[in-house]
Structures are given as C-alpha cells and as structure tokens.
C-alpha cells in the first residue's frame, strides 16, 4: 500500500511538471476539454504584469484560449505597452474602479455602446495600480467599472479587497453587459479550472478554499 500512495504521488508529481501543448497548464490540471471558441466583437487587450504568467491559477490565459479576439500583453509600463498609442481614443475604455469610472450596468448608461476595444490589467491590485502609475498613456481612455458586482467564483485565489473579481470574471461581465455575450462558456472553463486544481488538495485544504 506505502509503494502504491508513493508511485501515485510520484505520477501527480511527474505531470504536474509537464504542460499540456494547447492550454499550457500541467496535465494534471489541463482544461482543455472544457475549452469551447467564443466570438467577440469588442476586441479585449489584456496588460499583464509579468509576475503573473507562471501562477497556474492565473485566469488571463483562459480567455485568451476562448476569445477570438484577445490578446495579451506583459509589461510593467509605458515601454512595454507603446501599442495604445495606436487605439481609438474614443472608442477605447479601461476597465478600472475609481471614481470617474462609468458603470457599464448602468441601465442609463448607452456610452458602452460605441465601445470596440477593452483593455484590463492583470495583476494583484498593487501590482495593477503600479502599472497604472507608470503608464501615463492609460489616462486618455475613460475608464468603466461595475455599479453592483456578480458573485466571486474564484474562490481559490484570495484578494485583499472585498470588491474583487478575477480577470477572467471581470471580462466576462463586461462582454455580457457591453454585448450582451453569453458569459457561461467562461464560467465552466473557470470552473474545470477550480475543480482541476483542487482535486488533489487535502479534504481540509480545500474545504478553506470552496466553502
């Protein structure tokens, strides 16, 4: 039995090292089959602070495989990022809470309507304002927001702040509101995310995380 639980636990570990061609998570918590191709109008850009890349339950990547339009860029300023230059100033929003920020669910509001480009940052909320303090090119797009917002889903990645959402979370309301997008899709991929990482913590462990 002691042999048995050793070369299982060798085996999770093996494929935990290796990551799958198309999703890029480990086998072990491939989401692959839960994968399905959304078409979007409102083309997303998503600035990621480098750190974020390699934490596998980072969920930027999960739109980028379901997106058909969306794109990631990773940087931590204005060198990094010198393609917003080149958006649409008056169609482009920053999808950012502060004070001048429109709320998208609004039923008054009707300026989301003329909106073809979102751009949202990913990263830890200092990490995400630090970016936001080092790329002035941000503040020539308005910036939108969330009058109420949807239930957390992704519980297993503790934020500091009450009124956080994950990335993939946040633009999935924000398409839904600014489109009318069908946000399940992301959802159920959020989902096998979180069944995918915790299906081999301890019962204890992951109940702080589910419950």
């Known amino acids: 039995m002691y042999n048995l639980q050793v070369n299982n ?3 999770v570990f093996k494929m935990a090292r290796i990551l799958c061609t198309h999703c890029n998570f480990a086998l072990n918590t491939c989401v692959c089959s839960a994968i399905e191709t959304i078409t979007n109008k409102v083309k997303v850009i998503i600035l990621q602070h480098p750190s974020e890349e390699k934490i596998a339950k980072n969920t930027a990547k999960l739109l980028d495989l379901s997106l ?4 990631i860029i990773k940087g931590e300023n204005s060198a990094d990022f010198s393609m917003l230059n080149s958006l649409p100033k008056e169609s482009t929003v920053l999808l950012y809470p502060n004070e001048n920020a429109t709320c998208l669910d609004e039923p008054s509001s009707t300026k989301h309507k003329h909106i073809t480009h979102l751009i949202v940052i990913d990263g830890t909320w200092k990490k995400t304002y ?3 303090q080092l790329t002035p090119a941000l503040n020539q ?9 949807p239930k957390n889903r992704y519980t297993i990645r503790k934020a500091p702040r009450a009124d956080s959402l994950s990335t993939l979370e946040a633009v999935a309301h924000s398409l839904s509101l600014i489109e009318n997008l069908n946000p399940e899709p992301l959802f159920t991929l959020l989902e096998e995310l ?3 990482q915790t299906q081999h913590m301890p019962e204890h462990v992951k109940a702080r995380y589910l419950n």
């Open 9 to 11: 636990r060798e085996k």
């Open 68 to 71: 058909t339009d969306c794109e």
């Open 130 to 132: 630090k970016i936001l």
């Open 141 to 149: 797009f308005r910036t939108v927001s969330f009058n109420k917002l």
């Open 194 to 196: 979180i069944n995918k």
